[in-house]
């Protein structure tokens, strides 16, 4: 599940990784920490307009740890721009980094968004690579997100003022979209509005989706060996509350996705960023624009928002 580089090391990783945090998901005893009923409508979010313009984009680091868990932040937030700016929380995928998505991360910088990205200790690159860590991993992008959230009101800060703290998703590749899906069942993390999961799955963190609604945008590459298409279309078929998903007949696990170059790029690139508008600032033109920019032959958007 590395985010660019899958490899025959790699794949074997994701197989311990299926097996043994499947069978953690599966382990007697094992309930999610929310169990609330989801809603099936959203709470309405009043709309704003979002930024029409490209923003300049700034980045920080924010050295925080929770408990012995080191995790350090990499933050893109607008330069400019008229605030406060909604908040994305970005979880990288096993044996990655948040660097590896610095192409993405700046284009939504750019369009109006606080983009902050955690380093975790145990799956990132040179970590080893324990894939079973990935089941403490929304609790860590929670704490992330606790600590980033504070700054907003920390006199001094270069954030403060500048952060929308009511309008909050999270968003992930490959393990870092199994971390995301738990932010939305076992430990569902009730400040967040919405979700992206890219190539990702709910090997380990279930689908019993909790709280209120939050809509969710799922994009996969049907030719993905490494995370399969199937498994995330089975995340996707269980999320109670409006959602889409964005289906590659020829995208694999990551370079077509995330990588500039492509016209798979571009489609996701131009989906997630209308969908987080719409989502998080409530813009009804992003929303109808989300369709509109998926051309046909290359890619498959099931649309139930």
């Known amino acids: 599940m590395h985010a660019f580089r899958p490899a025959v090391a790699g794949l074997l990783t994701v197989g311990l990784f299926t097996g043994l945090v499947a069978g953690c998901g599966t382990a007697p005893g094992r309930a999610p920490v929310f169990n609330t009923p989801a809603s099936v409508e959203p709470t309405p979010t009043p709309g704003r307009p979002a930024p029409a313009e490209r923003l300049a984009v700034d980045t920080r680091t924010l050295d925080l740890a929770r408990g012995d868990r080191p995790l350090p932040v990499s933050v893109w937030y607008p330069a400019d721009g008229d605030g406060p700016f909604p908040v994305v929380l970005f979880s990288h995928g096993l044996g990655g980094e948040p660097a590896d998505y610095r192409a993405v991360l700046t284009e939504w910088a750019a369009a109006g968004f606080v983009v902050a990205a955690p380093t975790y200790p145990f799956t990132s690159e040179g970590s080893g690579g324990n894939a079973l860590d990935v089941l403490n991993q929304p609790a860590d992008a929670s704490y992330v997100l606790d600590e980033l959230l504070a700054l907003d009101e920390l006199d001094g800060d270069e954030l403060a003022g500048r952060l929308d703290v009511e309008r909050v998703a999270a968003a992930g590749h490959s393990a870092g979209g199994i971390t995301t899906v738990g932010m939305f069942t076992v430990a569902r993390d009730e400040r967040l509005d919405a979700g992206v999961v890219l190539a990702g799955s709910a090997l380990g963190v279930g689908t019993a989706f909790s709280g209120a609604a939050a809509p969710q945008l799922f994009i996969h590459g049907e030719?993905?060996?490494?995370?399969?298409?199937?498994?995330?279309?089975?995340?996707?078929?269980?999320?109670?509350?409006?959602?889409?998903?964005?289906?590659?007949?020829?995208?694999?696990?990551?370079?077509?996705l995330l990588r500039p170059g492509n016209a798979a790029y571009d489609i996701v690139l131009d989906t997630s960023t209308e969908f987080l508008r719409w989502t998080l600032y409530g813009d009804p033109a992003a929303r109808d624009r989300l369709a509109a920019d998926v051309p046909a032959g290359v890619a498959v958007f099931d649309d139930q928002l």
């Open 223 to 256: 030719l993905d060996e490494v995370v399969s298409y199937a498994s995330g279309k089975a995340a996707y078929d269980r999320v109670p509350w409006p959602k889409a998903m964005l289906s590659l007949p020829d995208g694999d696990h990551g370079q077509s």
